[in-house]
């Protein structure tokens, strides 16, 4: 069991929030499988994540109607990806969170690099 946490933990530290908009929790308390998608709620909204990206918006839609937990990730670059959670552990989760967050902020990094080299270099700095 401790393995298991370790696990987690190490998914979790990969985390990256800094490449998502809003974050949706949907899910029914007494649903069977509403364990995951609660603990992932706590992760993302504990403080080490917010650091990473303190302009995300959380959202949690808590409703009684049996349906199934899911989790709605809106990218900044307008791209949405939902996770049906009910099958899924929480290091699932956590692992397929990290992939997609990283995998964005890789694609930002190279092009706001690309756009940097292609500025022409000025005379900011530099005295009379």
């Known amino acids: 069991m401790k393995a298991k946490g370790v696990a ?9 929030l800094k490449p998502l908009k809003t974050i949706k929790f949907s899910f029914d308390p007494y649903h069977n499988g509403v364990r995951s998608i609660r603990e992932m709620m706590c992760i993302v ?5 917010i650091d990473t ?5 959380t959202k949690v839609d808590i409703k009684s109607d049996r349906s199934n937990p899911e989790m709605k990730l809106d ?3 307008g791209q949405t990806v939902i996770f049906k959670t009910e099958h ?3 290091m699932i989760i956590a692992q397929k969170l990290a992939k997609l967050c990283q995998e964005r902020l890789e694609t ?3 092009g706001e690099s690309a756009i940097f080299a ?3 270099p000025g005379k900011i700095g ?3």
């Open 45 to 49: 909204n504990s403080p080490k994540m």
């Open 75 to 77: 990218f900044a670059d």
């Open 126 to 128: 530099k005295k009379k």
């Open 8 to 16: 987690v933990n190490f998914f979790i530290k990969k985390i990256n």
């Open 53 to 57: 990206n303190q302009s995300i918006v």
């Open 118 to 120: 292609s500025a022409k």
């Open 108 to 110: 930002v990094t190279v």
């Open 88 to 90: 899924l552990s929480t």
